[in-house]
């Protein structure tokens, strides 16, 4: 068993420009997009003398997790989520305390990340991400602080190639995430997507994804999507057809009204997320995990597309959507295998520029208009 992170002696908390979150109730990070836990053991006998039998252990994963039920109008939610809200919101167990924050070890402070995986970050009118907030959640037990991660003074950035972090981060790092957070994000800047494999190929990995899908839960049906998507953009075809049992979740942050963000703001905000967090770093060199990027991001702007073409989906909706298929797709294990076994000689020439990426997902979309189920309904993979 992995030993936990140690508490870190760093005290200053930095939370990267232009975050932005509030819970306001969407839902989803209390459905079954997630596997609703782990729940430390500690916490188990004050969960199921309240509701006997609601924790149970994971056959693949080998955690615990919270039971679901079916929601009325699609998926399945926490055993504890009521109409109006969480039933034991003061004494939630720590992972949903934590969620959507994580907590990164660098040698000037410890980031605060954050997940897309809830509209309440994604999508609507939210407030600046509050430091204060990000530290009552993610304190422990003793109001001490674990990084998910540690970052050293060193950081890998091409084959053998390093830098000392504060030289990655004012000459590397801080301009790429400026340009990700332009209104017009410079995503040219990323690294070439779909790289070459190790021992095996994207049509490869967008089947094994698509084994993940008939898992049957809402988290497996956006995974379902993603590499339904994959495998067109590589120029497969596909006959699945696919629900959205997460749109109620959606639907709450939309009717919440605000400004309506560009799609490429929504991608980019979670893009510069995803290399803040520096979660790369576990996995190879910065130019791999450039690659790795840019190749969710291609992916997530074509299915962004399909659901705008295909469903009439509002575009900073069908983003937010997109990049939340994206980010679960990231964290399988699998995933990890793809990182590890991406092949990249530099940066690239970045081919997810507006006009070459846009005209792809286009055609992905015109492709499959017919191939979408009704909003709830699923069928059997072929």
């Known amino acids: 068993m992995p030993t936990p992170p140690e508490p870190t002696q760093v005290s200053s908390l930095l939370i990267r420009r ?36 609601v924790v149970r252990r994971h056959r693949t994963l080998r955690i615990l997790y919270i039971d679901t039920v079916p929601h009325p109008v699609g998926g399945r939610v926490c055993a504890f989520l009521q109409p109006d809200g969480c039933a034991i919101h003061t ?27 809830c509209p309440c970050r994604s999508l609507g009118p939210r407030p600046a991400l509050d430091i204060d907030l990000a530290r009552s959640s993610l304190a422990g037990r003793f109001e001490q602080l674990r990084p998910n991660l540690r970052v050293g003074n060193r950081v890998l ?7 000392s972090f504060h030289r990655f981060l004012t000459e590397v790092e801080s301009p790429l995430l400026a340009s990700l957070l332009e209104p017009t994000p410079e995503f040219s800047r990323l690294g070439e997507p779909f790289p070459p494999l190790d021992g095996s190929t994207w049509i490869d990995v967008a089947h094994l994804l698509r084994g ?7 988290g497996a049906e956006a995974i379902g999507w993603f590499a339904d998507t994959l495998l067109l953009l590589q120029g497969a075809s596909t006959r699945a057809k696919r629900g959205r049992p997460w749109a ?102 970045g081919r997810f520029t507006g006009a070459s990426s846009r005209h792809g997902a286009d055609r992905v979309a015109g492709e499959v208009a017919e191939q979408v189920g009704p909003e709830g309904q699923r069928q059997a993979i072929p």
């Not at 079954?32 to 969960?47: K, N, Q, S, T």
């Not at 004494?91 to 995986?117: D, K, N």
């Open 18 to 53: 232009d975050a932005r979150f509030a819970c306001v109730g969407d839902g989803l990070c209390c459905s079954d997009v997630h596997v609703l836990g782990p729940v430390a053991p500690r916490e188990v006998r004050r969960l199921t003398s309240r509701t006997p039998g």
């Open 91 to 117: 004494q939630r167990p720590s992972t949903c305390r934590h969620f959507p924050f994580g907590l990164v070890a660098t040698p000037l402070g410890l980031r605060v990340t954050t997940e897309h995986r």
């Open 157 to 163: 950035v091409e084959g053998r190639r390093c830098l």
């Open 212 to 218: 993940y899908a008939a898992e049957g839960s809402s």
């Open 248 to 349: 109620w979740s959606f639907d709450r942050a939309e009717a919440r009204g605000g400004a309506v963000a560009s799609p490429e703001a929504v991608l980019g905000d979670w893009a510069a997320d995803v290399l803040w967090s520096m979660t790369w770093t576990q996995h190879g060199s910065f130019a791999q995990g450039l690659s790795e990027l840019a190749t969710r991001l291609v992916v997530a702007d074509a299915v962004a597309k399909r659901l705008q073409a295909q469903l009439g989906l509002r575009p900073d909706r069908a983003a937010a959507e997109a990049v939340m298929m994206a980010e679960l797709a990231g964290a399988l294990p699998l995933w990890d295998s793809v990182r590890a076994s991406i092949r990249t000689s530099g940066q690239g020439t």
